[in-house]
């Protein structure tokens, strides 16, 4: 009896901190999406309330006039191409890092590694004057291929993991049966990293689609922003247009493809850690 009570006791301290800390982290997304349907008349008024009824102009305002419509196709470019590549690039890489031994790998592998430890704004300016060089400033495609290699040794430690514990013996019986290094590679080491590869693949997408910094210092022109630098503008506009509502609804557009895509893969995306932690 006293374990069981004990047992409760923990369980309820442990959990009470929790609660606390899910209800400020979500009550000011759940104000967020209230004030995206309300009227600015409203905002002032009842700031913490429900709106009278939905409105839906904040989301057409935004749409339209502030062009949030070419800033989510652009995000989504940006966000396709850079993990598409980051996995071009990691997944060759890190088989090749895994399983062909030579000489200078392990300094390789752990080069790659103390990357991730290196802060990216040390390489801002560096990037900025090699992409001016290559003619590729204020271009989604340039920005495309700074993000996927920012992301490649964070790529590159994860599918290490995944393709460490995979049987030399598929390799070599693919290799009896005349399949060629590539073809080891893409038809028998990558399906059987898939859950390594989901992983990376929707964590990387995630960052790509918030990122703000690195798209404020490589993009100039407004028809080349991603939805982060648009609601930065809106943000601006807001302080004297009184444009929240507009600002709230620019914000949900944002947010809303990011919760759906983590409410689907969340258990994918934390086995996939789980195991990539304990595989490696």
């Given at each position: 009896?006293?374990?069981?009570?004990?047992?409760?006791?923990?369980?309820?301290?442990?959990r009470?901190?929790?609660?606390?800390?899910?209800?400020?982290?979500?009550?000011?997304i759940?104000?967020?999406f209230?004030?995206s349907?309300?009227?600015?008349?409203?905002?002032?008024a009842?700031?913490?309330?429900f709106p009278?009824?939905?409105?839906?102009?904040?989301?057409?305002?935004?749409?339209?006039?502030?062009?949030?419509d070419?800033?989510?196709?652009?995000?989504?470019?940006?966000?396709?191409?850079?993990?598409?590549?980051?996995?071009?690039?990691?997944?060759?890489t890190?088989?090749?890092?895994?399983?062909?031994r030579f000489?200078?790998s392990?300094?390789?592998?752990?080069l790659?590694?103390?990357?991730?430890m290196?802060p990216?704004v040390?390489?801002?300016?560096?990037?900025?004057f090699?992409?001016a060089?290559?003619?590729?400033?204020?271009?989604?495609f340039?920005?495309?291929?700074?993000?996927a290699?920012?992301?490649?040794p964070?790529?590159?430690?994860?599918?290490?993991?995944?393709?460490?514990?995979i049987?030399?013996s598929?390799?070599?019986?693919?290799?009896?049966?005349?399949m060629?290094?590539?073809?080891?590679l893409?038809?028998?080491?990558?399906?059987?990293?898939?859950?390594?590869?989901?992983?990376?693949?929707?964590?990387?997408?995630?960052?790509?689609?918030?990122e703000y910094?690195?798209?404020?210092?490589?993009?100039?022109?407004?028809?080349?922003?991603?939805l982060?630098l648009?609601?930065?503008?809106?943000?601006?506009?807001?302080?004297?247009?009184?444009?929240?509502?507009?600002?709230?609804?620019?914000?949900v557009?944002?947010?809303?493809?990011?919760?759906?895509?983590?409410?689907?893969?969340?258990r994918?995306?934390s086995q996939?850690?789980?195991?990539?932690?304990?595989?490696?």
């Amino acid at each position: 009896m006293k374990r069981t009570v004990g047992q409760l006791m923990a369980r309820t301290g442990i959990r009470i901190p929790l609660i606390l800390w899910s209800l400020a982290v979500l009550y000011p997304i759940f104000w967020m999406f209230l004030g995206s349907f309300k009227t600015n008349a409203e905002i002032y008024a009842n700031p913490w309330g429900f709106p009278e009824t939905f409105n839906y102009q904040n989301f057409i305002i935004a749409w339209t006039e502030y062009n949030i419509d070419t800033s989510v196709f652009n995000s989504l470019i940006v966000t396709f191409l850079g993990a598409l590549l980051c996995l071009v690039l990691a997944v060759p890489t890190a088989y090749a890092l895994e399983r062909i031994r030579f000489k200078g790998s392990y300094m390789l592998f752990t080069l790659y590694i103390s990357a991730m430890m290196i802060p990216m704004v040390l390489g801002w300016i560096p990037l900025f004057f090699l992409l001016a060089q290559f003619n590729m400033l204020d271009n989604i495609f340039g920005l495309a291929v700074v993000y996927a290699i920012s992301q490649l040794p964070f790529s590159i430690f994860v599918l290490t993991s995944f393709m460490g514990t995979i049987p030399k013996s598929l390799e070599e019986s693919a290799a009896i049966d005349g399949m060629s290094p590539y073809g080891i590679l893409w038809k028998v080491i990558t399906p059987l990293s898939m859950s390594g590869i989901i992983t990376v693949t929707i964590m990387n997408s995630i960052q790509f689609w918030n990122e703000y910094f690195m798209a404020l210092i490589f993009l100039q022109s407004s028809e080349n922003y991603t939805l982060a630098l648009a609601i930065d503008f809106i943000s601006s506009e807001a302080q004297y247009t009184n444009a929240w509502g507009t600002l709230f609804a620019s914000l949900v557009i944002a947010i809303v493809p990011v919760i759906i895509l983590y409410a689907i893969f969340q258990r994918r995306i934390s086995q996939g850690m789980t195991e990539g932690a304990i595989k490696g």
